[in-house]
């Protein structure tokens, strides 16, 4: 058998970069192509991956992505979440396999899209009693409401294989709270947990977003990697022990934490580093969270609970990095490194 065809889009991203890694290391055979944006960015693609073709463009380039897609036996859409036009176009190449020889494609999400009664609401760092999960509740995962976020996106991708579900097979991969070393040759770093430190370090003081109660699951990068690499080589092999289309949505945590628990830790090492002058925190209101990052509200604030059991069960998928906790001294370091405090 011929190695497969590969396409993956975000090769200089956080989790399209790590993904590169951990696919090309276990299958240097793979026939890897990769869409990047800039000369300066393939030059150091190319520099780490030679053997990874360049398709030059970016994620508004339809007809480039449209032809890779068309060609390819799997994809990995690893880059922008909510990029409609690059979604589009994936599936317009996608409609071009046959029973013979589908597309197998592997699509990035994020547990965003189980945020939603937050946003309804505007209220934030509340504990909320809704859990989701990929096992029992998947189809309740592939028909979330149309205001959640990143549902317009993922409403394409599973399109895609609704439309011809004999022709292209759709796997939905969910992040939560990623955290960890990038091994990709762009972006090596994440962003919640990485822009919180960075505001206590600005402000000089920690905070809590309301009552800081409200919960999200966590993953390492590089076991989030290991979850596409699976999932790829359950498609080389036609399929293998993965589940698709309408069973094919991936929650890929390693669990719980509260963020308000992440906020007081962050505050704490800061002050035991000698960056801040007190661990203490203190109640911010939402205009004070959302003037220290737009996106601070939804980043710290919101409630995501979704647990992972389909990874595990059908492909042996077992997280064993360092929680996200353990990661904070080296995530305040990084931040204050960057900000020219360390």
Known sequence: MAPPKVFLTGATGYIGGDVLYAVTQAHPDWQVSALVRSKEKAVKVV?????????????????????????????????????????????????????????????????????????????????RAKQHDDWDGVDELLNLPDDSLHRNVDKIIIGAAQR????????????????????????????????????????????????????????HVQ??????????????????????????????????????????????TAYEKKLIPSPEVEPLSDAQVTELNNFGLYSWGSSSRGHSYRGKKLLGWSPNKPSLLDHIPSIVDLEAKELGLA
């Open 47 to 127: 520099s780490e991956y030679p053997k990874v073709r360049i398709v030059e463009g970016d994620l508004d380039s339809a007809a480039a992505i449209e032809e890779e897609v068309k060609n390819a036996d799997i994809v990995f859409n690893c880059a922008d979440c909510d990029h409609v036009a690059s979604a589009t176009a994936i599936a317009k190449g996608a409609a071009h396999h046959t029973p013979e020889k589908p597309l197998w494609l592997i699509h990035t999400s994020g547990t965003g899209i189980l945020t939603v009664e937050d946003f309804r609401t505007n209220t934030w760092g509340l504990e």
């Open 223 to 268: 076991d989030l990697s290991d979850l596409f690499s699976r999932l790829g080589e359950a498609a080389a092999a036609g399929g293998g022990n993965a589940t698709w289309n309408d069973k094919g949505y991936y929650l890929a945590e390693n669990g719980p934490f509260v963020w308000g628990d992440i906020q007081r830790v962050v505050a704490k």
């Open 164 to 219: 011809a579900p004999d022709r292209v097979k759709v796997a939905i991969v969910c992040p939560p709270t990623i955290y960890g070393p990038g091994r990709g040759p762009g972006n090596q770093k994440s962003a919640q947990a990485y822009w919180l430190a960075a505001a206590v370090l600005k402000r000089k003081k920690g905070f809590l977003v309301g009552e800081g109660k409200n919960i999200w699951h966590q993953v």
